[in-house]
């Protein structure tokens, strides 16, 4: 079985500070991936960053990059000079069978909130 | 390029009605997921279909719900009869299976209230 650990229910940040947030994994599979979505007030789940378990690079998408410690099993999310927009929640998934083909696993999710 | 299409975005219902949830996966897609959020059990995935087939269907409940793919560009997912305890946000989802990534792309939701 997989599982997503998100120990951050909440999180108070300044605009234009950067942002970490934790998300750790548990899986007995060779191959799988780690994904992050954006969840805003209305409700939406917006796909954010992918990471690979044979990817040797962190993956970066803009002001979002994923920072993968394989061997720790984390893989948290860092937001770069955040913006008021970044107020969201924010959800950690792992999937299986090939990156999620056969499915994803979410986390609790961290609310992150910015501050002006 | 038109996203996942969800509809109804909100549905109130009687406890004991039959609820049909319609979905519509992003053109070219060939797997489709369904998944209920609950503040209590957070984002849980129902069923998923590959080429129109279920695949898996472990994380459905009970017998009362049940999901369909009648062509690669339609899915429902229908309760009956409904329970208050079904009240939940129902996302679907898509994806391109095969590739290495397999990026699931989400709709916008179903909301459901069963009073």
């Known amino acids: 079985a997989q599982k997503i650990t998100q120990t951050q229910p909440g999180m108070f940040v300044q605009e234009k500070e950067a942002v970490t947030l934790d998300c750790t994994y548990d899986t007995s599979d060779p191959s799988y991936g780690l994904f992050w979505y954006k969840q805003p007030s209305s409700g939406e789940m917006i796909f954010l960053i992918y990471q690979g378990s044979y990817d040797q690079q962190n993956a970066t998408e803009g002001r979002y990059s994923l920072n993968f410690q394989k061997a720790r099993k984390s893989a948290n999310l860092v937001i770069s000079a955040s913006q008021l927009g970044d107020s969201a929640m924010y959800f950690c998934?792992?999937?299986?069978?090939?990156?999620?083909?056969?499915?994803?696993?979410f986390g609790k999710g961290t609310h992150l909130i910015i501050q002006p | 390029d038109a996203g996942v299409i969800q509809s109804p975005r909100h549905e109130v219902t009687e406890m004991g009605q039959e609820v049909t949830l319609r979905c519509k996966p992003i053109?070219?897609?060939?797997?489709l997921f369904w998944y209920r959020q609950t503040m209590m059990r957070g984002l849980e995935l129902l069923i998923y279909?590959?080429?129109?087939?279920?695949?898996?269907d472990s994380g459905m409940p009970e017998d009362r719900f049940s999901a369909k793919m009648p062509n690669a560009s339609f899915s429902t997912l229908k309760i009956q009869p409904s329970e208050p305890r079904d009240s939940a946000v129902y996302f679907c989802?898509?994806?391109?299976?095969?590739?290495?990534?397999?990026?699931?792309?989400f709709g916008a939701g179903t909301r459901l209230s069963v009073l």
């Open positions: 998934a792992i999937g299986y069978g090939g990156g999620g083909a056969d499915g994803l696993t």
């Open positions: 989802a898509s994806s391109l299976r095969g590739q290495s990534q397999n990026i699931q792309y």
């Open positions: 279909f590959n080429n129109n087939v279920p695949i898996d």
């Open positions: 053109s070219g897609h060939n797997s």
